[in-house]
């Protein structure tokens, strides 16, 4: 399964990459306007330092201003991935881009249809939304559960993008259904790791070890 973190901002994508589990990046309009600088240098300062796939979402609504803004982007780093969103629009301008060799990852999705016209237009990946369905009370990892399967039927190419990851339950029902990607914003990376049981048992140890240092 590969990590991906969900942030624009260049200290939390070095602190992530610098465990050394860290795959990918995507961004979107949001997080980019919470950092400051221009939205192509973020983009190339965050290829320099991850080298995996760097999402970085168009804004145009119309499928030529998509395409035209997705080529450009394109040309900043070979790992850039076009986000897209799903809409008719986006659909057409993931069809050309993915015809061109250029990556889409296909964002704000919230339904299995959805998810597959992604997949038939040749999305490299595609982005379920689950936190923000579960804001509204419906169950997002049940999104995920579905596309995995619809995917499966069929031999897709595209890679299920598990977004809006909230907590790490999230990200472990995410791997036991097979997802092939997480994205995740940093403090749920941190939270990844913690369990109180290793913090209690690695402070046993080292005070026992206190006790075998003075032989
Ligand atoms: O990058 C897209 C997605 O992960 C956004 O998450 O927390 O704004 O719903 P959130």
Same mark, same amino acid.
């Given at each position: 399964? @590969?990590?991906? #973190? ?16 860290? *795959? ?5 309009? $949001?997080? #980019? $306007? ?43 780093? @070979? ?9 008719? *629009? ?44 579960? *804001?509204?009370?419906? %169950? ?8 995995? $399967?619809? %995917?499966?039927? %069929? *031999? %897709? ?31 749920? #990376? ?9 913090? #209690?048992?690695? @402070? ?6 206190? @006790?075998?240092?003075?032989?």
């Amino acid at each position: 399964m @590969k990590f991906f #973190i969900d942030t624009a901002n260049i200290d939390e994508i070095r602190q992530a990459a610098d465990i050394g589990v860290l *795959d990918g990046v995507t961004t979107n309009p $949001s997080l #980019i $306007s919470k950092e400051k600088g221009k939205f192509e240098d973020i983009i190339r300062q965050i290829c320099e330092i991850v080298d995996g796939p760097i999402s970085a979402e168009v804004v145009a609504t119309d499928a030529e201003g998509m395409v035209a803004e997705g080529r450009k982007l394109s040309e900043i780093h @070979k790992n850039i991935v076009v986000k897209v969103p799903c809409t008719v *629009d986006g659909l057409k301008a993931t069809k050309k881009l993915s015809s061109d060799g250029i990556g889409v990852n296909m964002t704000l999705v919230f339904s299995p249809s959805q998810a597959l016209l992604a997949a038939k237009a040749g999305a490299m990946f595609v982005s379920p939304f689950v936190g923000r369905l579960d *804001d509204i009370s419906h %169950y997002g990892m049940q999104l995920v559960e579905q596309i995995v $399967s619809i %995917y499966n039927n %069929y *031999d %897709y190419d595209t890679e299920v993008l598990v977004a809006s990851v909230r907590n790490p339950l999230h990200l472990v029902d995410a791997a036991m259904m097979g997802a092939h990607v997480a994205t995740m914003p940093f403090k749920v #990376i941190e939270a990844l790791v913690k369990h109180p049981l290793t913090d #209690i048992g690695l @402070k046993k140890f080292l005070e026992d070890w206190e @006790k075998v240092k003075g032989r």
